[in-house]
T-cell receptor, first 115, second 111 residues
């Protein structure tokens, strides 16, 4: 069965410090991978998605970046965190169903607080 | 105006009540998702539908493509149903699997 891992679960970082969040998927090949952010009191916002190794698309311009060095590994990074980067970060994966739709499966999330 | 609107934003119910959460969207879609987010933050996909109705246990999801509207119903609600319910749509012509999310409906079921 498929499993998605994210770490760390919680993180407190000072403004200006770097960030690296990691997401790995098991039990599937060539998934689409996604990074979402959920700020306090707001809906989920798509940050990045990837359809393959080293293929990253950014949905929202920001000081964050993403990389996919391996098929089932997706990394979210920042060189210098801002206060506004605080939030709940979710990784998700999807593969097309037989009907062509994309069911999405979410990881447990990382709660980031920038102080 | 948000492309996906949910109502109500907050809902408190007594155990056993029938619950309805609504979702309206303004774009053409190929699929609509209902998600459940528990207090710890984890998200579970409940339904993905593009027409008609789906049922899973006490949960029922319906969609009316012409009216751009979907509803999530919970029958015989229970305190363990307390969570945030999120509607998300995949627009026509959008990138593979990309979703637009509503802000969620926070449900609290009292015993």
């Amino acid at each position: 069965s498929q499993t998605i891992h994210q770490w760390p679960a919680t993180l407190v970082q000072p403004v200006g410090s770097p960030l690296s969040l990691e997401c790995t998927v098991e039990g599937t090949s060539n998934p689409n991978l996604y990074w979402y952010r959920q700020a306090a009191g707001r809906g989920l916002q798509l940050l990045f998605y990837s359809i393959g190794i080293d293929q990253i698309s950014s949905e929202v311009p920001q000081n964050l970046s993403a990389s996919r060095p391996q098929d089932r590994q997706f990394i979210l990074s920042s060189k210098k965190l801002l206060l506004s980067d605080s939030g709940f970060y979710l990784c998700a994966w999807s593969v097309p169903t037989s009907g062509g739709a994309y069911e999405q499966y979410f990881g447990p999330g990382t709660r980031l607080t920038v102080t | 105006k948000n492309e996906v609107e949910q109502s109500p934003q907050n809902l408190t119910a007594q155990e056993g009540e029938f619950i309805t959460i609504n979702c309206s969207y303004s774009v053409g879609i190929s699929a609509l998702h209902w998600l459940q987010q528990h207090p710890g933050g984890g998200i579970v996909s409940l339904f993905m539908l593009s027409s008609g109705k789906k049922k899973h246990g006490r949960l029922i999801a319906t969609i009316n493509i012409q009216e751009k509207h979907s509803s999530l119903h919970i029958t015989a609600s229970h305190p363990r149903d307390s969570a945030v319910y999120i509607c998300a749509v995949r627009p026509y012509g959008g990138s593979q699997g990309n979703l637009i999310f509503g802000k969620g409906t926070k449900l609290s079921v009292k015993p």
